[in-house]
């Protein structure tokens, strides 16, 4: 009896044991979870940050909690990765455990985490794969993607001449340029600048850019169950982007009727293609809906990024005309006035590829960078991160690292240039983010912005309407995207 009692004593002390390690294993772990600011029930960290610029409030909590802190959105938990090293570890070092995408609210609602950008695991893999493939292989048309886009500057730069020097705000014609390499791509044909569908198309894509900076697209990220209920811009951004799928969802379906599958002519054709290889696959990633979004994504991405970034650097070269000069002083050197830009000449133009880069760098088009998530239950840095907790890898920090960039809050050249004039390569050159997420469409944007950049600086001399020392270059910050202020300028021919 003595000796049951004895053995009934030790299994209980065993498990009360059991029971004290797992829970102080929790706690420790817990209490290891990135530090941060006290959050409060429902509103979380909101009333501690500036809503309308959040990449300033974050700069300030790495001042006091280092390059690894957590914060809250309302009731969404977020990992801030502040400064180079923490994202080059993250992103490239354990690419793997960080290669999640992280949903805000509105990404969400609108891609339902079906597309390229937006899914995960093997849905995202396969994706990804596919498009990273299939993109490298344009020309699988009769023209090439760098012969497609010079074509495309030809088209702008005439389209910029008629213009006959009045001053215009170029943002239509800057996006319906790059938007049609993109779309040449995907859709298998460009659109005349004159096409109703088309335009109808940008000016969507146009008013989302605008109403992307409002408070309660911010809000809506944040409180997306409230915020349904409630009237908001957020909701015309949702009807904008229905309005662009439909467009898409159409040309999917004539090309699924018009399909030839021996000489596909577009992404569209090839997922098609794709799509009936794995017909008899019940578990393919390969299907109408992933088509769709997939698209969707594409369209979007291709056409926003770069016109704007184009926009932008177009302002910046306005206020620094020196820039301007020198640029087109190195067109005339390598290129002449007789005939195209090429990819070939930018390893001979040093400088301009500098200006581009700058360009990139100032304006700091994704602060956030494209939200991401672990995959996995984690420690980093001696930090325990739960399994798909959302992460933010700053873009933003190192952009702007002072040590690598001196004056970063100046638009220089010089930050890409060796003493002897040579282009100077950069680690923290990041705008495209890193990794396994980095964005697929690299390639392509950095053919667009040396192209395009260099055919208008080729034949035109940008002339602003305000004082050059009243241009404000300083982009106007929201929650997912830096964009450029609007503005006029005459395009003066050379």
């Not at 090439?144 to 014609?173: D, K, M, Y």
């Not at 002519?265 to 390969?286: C, P, V």
Request: hydrophobic residues 40%; aromatic residues 10%.
């Amino acid at each position: 009896m003595e000796l049951l009692e004895m053995t009934a004593i030790f299994l209980l002390v065993c498990t009360s044991c059991l029971l004290l390690f797992a829970r102080w294993r929790s706690i420790s772990q817990k209490e290891k979870e990135p530090p941060g600011p006290i959050s409060f029930p429902i509103v979380g960290n909101l009333l501690q940050l500036n809503p309308w610029n959040l990449p300033e409030s974050l700069k300030k909590l790495s001042k006091k909690y280092s390059s690894v802190f957590t914060i809250h959105l309302g009731p969404q938990k977020v990992v801030v990765l502040y400064g180079y090293d923490a994202v080059k570890e993250a992103l490239i070092d354990r690419a793997d455990d960080f290669s999640g995408r992280g949903h805000l609210a509105l990404f969400r609602k609108l891609f339902q985490g079906t597309g390229i950008l937006t899914s995960n695991g093997e849905t995202w893999k396969q994706l990804r794969r596919f498009a990273l493939t299939t993109l490298r292989d344009f020309g699988m048309g009769k023209k090439s993607i760098e012969e497609r886009i010079q074509e495309e500057a030809h088209f702008l730069v005439e389209r910029i001449r008629n213009t006959h020097g009045r001053p215009f705000n170029p943002g239509n014609f800057l996006i319906h340029a790059v938007s049609n390499i993109i779309c040449s791509i995907i859709f298998g044909d460009r659109f005349d600048y004159e096409d109703k569908k088309f335009v109808t198309l940008i000016d969507l894509l146009d008013e989302n850019n605008k109403l992307q900076n409002s408070i309660q697209v911010q809000l809506y990220n944040f409180f997306p169950t409230v915020m349904e209920y409630l009237p908001g811009c957020y909701k015309k951004i949702i009807k904008n982007t229905k309005k662009v799928d439909q467009f898409t969802s159409e040309i999917i379906a004539e090309h699924q009727e018009t399909l030839d599958p021996t000489c596909p002519r577009d992404f569209i054709d090839a997922f098609l293609n794709k799509m009936e290889q794995e017909k008899g696959n019940g578990h393919s990633e390969f299907t109408v809906e992933t088509l769709s979004k997939s698209t969707l994504e594409l369209f979007l991405a291709g056409t926003g990024t770069t016109s704007n970034t184009l926009r932008h650097g177009l302002l910046i070269l306005q206020k620094y005309p020196e820039i301007a000069e020198k640029i087109q002083k190195e067109i005339d050197c390598v290129i002449g006035r007789d005939r195209s830009p090429c990819m070939a000449d930018r390893s001979q133009m040093p400088y301009t590829d500098a200006v581009v880069h700058e360009i990139q760098r100032f304006i700091d088009f994704l602060p956030f960078n494209v939200p991401h998530s672990v995959i996995k239950d984690i420690k980093f840095r001696d930090y325990f991160i739960p399994k798909d907790t959302m992460i933010f890898p700053m873009l933003s920090p190192v952009l702007h690292d002072s040590k690598e960039f001196p004056n970063p809050e100046k638009f220089d050249p010089g930050h890409f240039l060796n003493a002897n004039g040579t282009f100077k390569k950069s680690d923290y050159f990041m705008p495209f983010s890193a990794g396994k997420r980095m964005c697929i469409g690299e390639g392509l944007a950095r053919m667009e912005l040396f192209i395009f950049l260099t055919a208008i600086l080729q034949n035109f001399t940008l002339k602003p309407v305000v004082d050059r020392k009243d241009i404000d270059i300083s982009p106007l910050v929201s929650t997912l995207a830096n964009i450029s202020r609007p503005y006029e300028v005459s395009f003066i021919s050379r």
